[in-house]
């Protein structure tokens, strides 16, 4: 097996100099040579390493279920393992047992020796591989990070099992930390801590309905069809994307033509092989003495003694006396004495002596001779011209002398020159001949008539020729029959008929060149047909090792990086280190086709976008020659440029760059987005960004081109990005006028909309925000309380995916509660934002202006409580503040406040130092100096009291 190939999936240099200190120390503490290990073990944080010291065809290695199975028919090497195998002490996080088999019922091989390791599950993976320089096979065992093994009940409890789903939606999807966030409700538990514990929304306001994921990070937004979308993949267990998400592009495979077996080996044999020159009756006349004598000096090789004697012969008897056998005497001479060290000329003039003799001769025997040298010779020059008018003239000699045994030989030469020349329809006529059919084996012309049909693209008739004489057919089927049908399965679609017969092919016929196609194709048919993930990634494993073909081995290795290394939705270090598959071998001689290229080019653009590296995979767009390219082809590059351009303008729309949105779309979109089916989002954040940058011109024009793209079908792939709502263009169209309206402070306007869209979408939750906006702005404080917390209570149905309108969204909702004089509500709500804001607030401006206004409001109002508890947890609360909000404009003031604390706290020290430092600071207000001054005095005053 070569498994060289993936020898640079593994980055082992560290390792290996570890390995060999390691086995250098062993051998100076206890006299152990290198050579007497056969094995030892590594063990890492995330995989457990064994090396096998042995020759490449020493061992091989199956895996099935969770049985690993190590077969050899080395005697001394199975015992030797054993014996190892038997002191190695178990890691039983990755193996729970090894047991020794002396015969194996199911190995190929008669007589082979077994080692069973059973694994400690299913999820333990196993990968190995021979490394040529150290002479050893590597076998590692890992777990498989990518099962998925939650039930509805882990998503149905949240509470008790909030841990599980988190974990296991983790390794889902990349942006499953934030959805599993906005799918449960929090705990106090949860949040707990050792000092103080944090609070958030929905602990603190059962009361009220209050749900705290309305602020997730805005920079990992999700709505309610993508939640149900993340519950449809944990419970369909699916970690891959669907095959359209890889390596899409599929070309047609050549077919193969049977092979023309030479009559003769050319380098050892000549003619005569087939003609022997006899003796001849020299005592019967001179001439034939003189013949004999010429016979004798060609035997003897005196070539020079033996054309004075053809001459003489000549000059006495005439030109045509015995021209026939003279001539073949000639051409004999001439390959005899040139056949080790050919000289061209000498050659050419033999061969131009048997191809007259050939046409002007009437000795079938001699004819027949020349035949079969000179069709092996033009056969093997690939003069398939000459060679098909050399078998005409040879099939006709047979059957005009009713040598039917002899008229196989030129009349499969006819069948393979035709198919060389690709004359399809006379291989087909040929072939319906009753004669060919007679002389030639039935499998040979179905095999021609395989051929033919594949190579003319009569799918339907090829499949239907093998399926009604398939029951007939002997085996095993002849390989030119077996693997043109395949293909021709293939090609229709028919991918478990076409799987099936290629597993068959390479059953048979291993050694065949087109194997390496065929491993290939059944990898490919495996994944079309959507089989088990690992088992198919096996499989274009194998294609990849037993390839002997450097453009299918490369095709292989790009299918396998598409599967793993972009399909694959969770990716890990190890995924990515596999993409070193895609750089192309420094040694190869050949340069891929142009298939191979654009294969290529697709994987490594689609890995800069699950890499969500936009700018880069926009670069290397720009590179390709999209214009030279077929429009089909173009149009797949077109796709994923379409989300590229989104995920580029999504970037800049969760930061609130809204010029940037508008840039990028005027930039791309006539290249890349208009060239695709319409995408509503995009278009609700182009429009949305016009609206925030107050540009109402450039939102009309966009608006109008949207408006008349509403009633066209959406795009549906592909979707490499996660959308923020996934709402009909229409519903997103009357949306944008909304925003615009509130925008404008159009509040009659407003209202009138609001309850268009209620009738419109009745269930739509973001209405409720819309109310809420509406009513603070109009300082109906308690309605705008009342629908924020409707709004809040059922986020699960949608989202708010602008961080703007986040930030405007909790601005609203804590300032009517402050204006309310609601402080004890204030301070829990203001905790419970801070918490849930904490972790991605600094990252947008917006978001951050507004935490900054809630941790002040928040400060003052505990300042005015005047409690003494409340001091407590004061000055951590400012100290936060500070380090949150280092250039804030209330520094001042909460500093004052910080030095009021420390007063109460008793740290009467460090309370007059920072009311002196207030004193000092050039920034600080004189209202604020005033204020510390104050203290300070009432602090002597105090002092000198007591």
Not at 175 to 191: C, D, F, H
């Amino acid at each position: 097996m070569r498994t060289g190939c993936f020898v640079k999936m593994c980055s082992v240099k560290k390792i290996f100099k570890f390995l060999t200190i390691f086995l250098i120390s062993l051998f100076v503490l206890e006299n152990i040579s290198f050579a007497q290990a056969l094995m030892d073990q590594e063990k890492a944080s995330t995989y457990l390493r064994w090396n096998f010291f042995t020759g490449r065809d020493q061992l091989q290695f199956n895996k099935k279920a969770n049985i690993v199975v190590i077969k050899t028919l080395n005697n001394d090497l199975y015992k030797n393992l054993k014996d190892e195998l038997s002191s190695l002490k178990i890691d039983q996080s990755y193996i729970k047992g090894i047991s020794y088999k002396e015969s194996e019922s199911e190995a190929n091989t008669a007589n082979a020796m077994a080692i069973e390791i059973e694994l400690k599950n299913d999820n333990v993976e196993m990968f190995s591989f021979y490394r040529e320089r150290d002479k050893k096979y590597v076998v590692d065992f890992w777990m498989d990070g990518d099962t998925v093994t939650l039930n509805k009940a882990a998503i149905k409890k949240p509470v008790e099992e909030d841990q599980q789903v988190e974990e296991v939606t983790a390794k889902a999807l990349p942006v499953a930390p934030a959805i599993t966030k906005a799918l449960r409700p929090k705990t106090k538990k949860s949040l707990s801590s050792k000092s103080a514990p944090k609070a958030d929304l929905a602990s603190i306001v059962k009361e009220d309905k209050i749900l705290s994921s309305f602020v997730v990070d805005p920079n990992k937004v999700v709505a309610k069809s993508e939640k149900e979308l993340l519950i449809e993949e944990v419970e369909s267990k699916k970690p891959y994307r669907d095959f359209r998400y890889g390596a899409t592009f599929i070309w047609d495979y050549d077919p193969i033509a049977p092979a023309y077996k030479e009559v003769v080996n050319l380098k050892t044999k000549i003619p005569e092989i087939f003609y022997p020159i006899a003796n001849r009756s020299f005592k019967k006349s001179e001439q034939e003495a003189h013949l004999q004598l010429t016979i004798n000096l060609y035997r003897k090789r005196k070539w020079g003694l033996m054309y004075k004697s053809i001459k003489l012969f000549q000059q006495k008897y005439g030109m045509n006396a015995e021209w026939e056998l003279v001539e073949f005497i000639k051409a004999n001479a001439i390959l005899r004495e040139n056949i080790e060290t050919p000289n061209p000329e000498l050659f050419k003039n033999a061969f131009s002596i048997l191809s007259t003799l050939s046409e002007k001769s009437e000795n079938y025997e001699l004819k027949k001779a020349i035949y079969k040298y000179l069709l092996t010779f033009y056969m093997a020059k690939g003069e398939h011209l000459k060679t098909l008018q050399l078998s005409k003239n040879y099939y006709a000699g047979t059957r005009d002398n009713f040598d039917f045994e002899e008229s196989a030989i030129p009349a499969e030469a006819m069948l393979n020159s035709l198919a060389k020349l690709g004359q399809i329809e006379k291989i087909q006529e040929l072939s319906q001949e009753k004669s060919m059919k007679k002389i030639l084996p039935a499998q040979l012309i179905l095999a021609y008539q395989s051929y033919s049909f594949l190579r003319s693209g009569d799918l339907k008739a090829l499949i239907s020729l093998y399926e009604k004489n398939k029951v007939s057919l002997a085996k095993p089927i002849d390989p030119v029959i077996m693997y043109n049908t395949a293909e021709a399965y293939f090609r229709v679609g028919r991918y478990n008929e076409a799987m099936a017969l290629y597993e068959e092919f390479v059953k048979n016929y291993s050694h065949e060149f087109v194997a390496s196609n065929a491993n290939l194709r059944i990898a490919l048919c495996s994944d079309l047909l959507d089989h088990n993930y690992q088992d198919t990634l096996e499989l274009y494993k194998k294609a990849i090792d037993q390839s002997v073909d450097s453009n299918v081995s490369y095709e292989s290795r790009i299918r396998y990086v598409a599967f793993r290394g972009v399909r694959k939705i969770a990716l890990d270090d190890r995924d990515r280190e596999i993409r070193i598959f895609l750089e192309q071998d420094k040694n190869l001689k050949t340069i891929p086709d142009k298939n191979l290229t654009k294969l290529l080019q697709q994987v490594r653009l689609r890995s800069l976008i699950v890499d969500e590296k936009y700018k880069e995979a926009l670069t290397y767009l720009s590179l390709l020659p999209m214009v030279t390219m077929p429009k089909i082809d173009a149009r797949v590059f077109d796709g994923d440029g379409a989300e590229v351009i989104y995920g580029i303008i999504s970037e800049f729309y969760k930061k609130s760059e809204y010029s940037q949105v508008i840039k990028a779309w005027q930039t791309y979109k006539d290249k890349y987005v208009d060239k695709v089916a319409q995408d509503p989002f995009i278009n609700f954040v182009v429009g949305s960004s016009y609206i925030k940058l107050g540009l109402y011109k450039g939102f009309d024009e966009v608006y109008a081109s949207f408006e008349k793209l509403k009633d066209t079908p959406n795009r549906t792939f592909p979707i490499w990005i996660a959308r923020g709502s996934f709402q009909k263009a229409s519903d997103l169209l009357s949306e944008l006028v909304l925003i615009k309206d509130i925008k404008l402070q159009n509040w009659d306007l407003v209202q009138k909309n609001i309850a268009t869209f209620d009738k419109k979408m009745a269930s739509y939750n973001k209405t409720n925000y819309y109310r809420g906006l509406v009513a603070f702005n109009q300082k109906n404080y308690k309605e705008a309380i009342s629908q924020f917390e409707n709004f809040f209570s059922k986020q699960d149905q949608r989202i708010i995916y602008d961080p703007s309108d986040v930030a405007d969204m909790i601005r609203a909702y804590t300032d009517s509660i402050y204006e309310l004089g609601q402080t004890d509500k204030f301070l829990k709500v203001s905790d419970a934002i801070l918490n849930d804001t904490n972790s991605f607030g600094t990252d947008n401006a917006y978001i951050q202006n507004v935490r900054e206004r809630i941790a002040y409001l928040g400060i003052e109002i505990t300042a005015g409580l005047g409690k003494k508890q409340n001091y407590m947890l004061f000055e951590k609360k400012i100290t936060d503040f500070k380090k949150a909000n280092p250039k804030s404009i209330y520094t001042g003031r909460v500093n004052y406040l910080l030095g009021q604390a420390m007063v109460i706290n008793q740290k009467v020290k460090e309370g007059r130092e920072v009311f002196t430092s207030l004193m000092n600071d050039k920034d600080t207000s004189d209202y604020i100096k005033e204020l510390a001054k104050s203290e300070l005095s009432l602090l002597n005053l105090k002092e000198k009291t007591l």
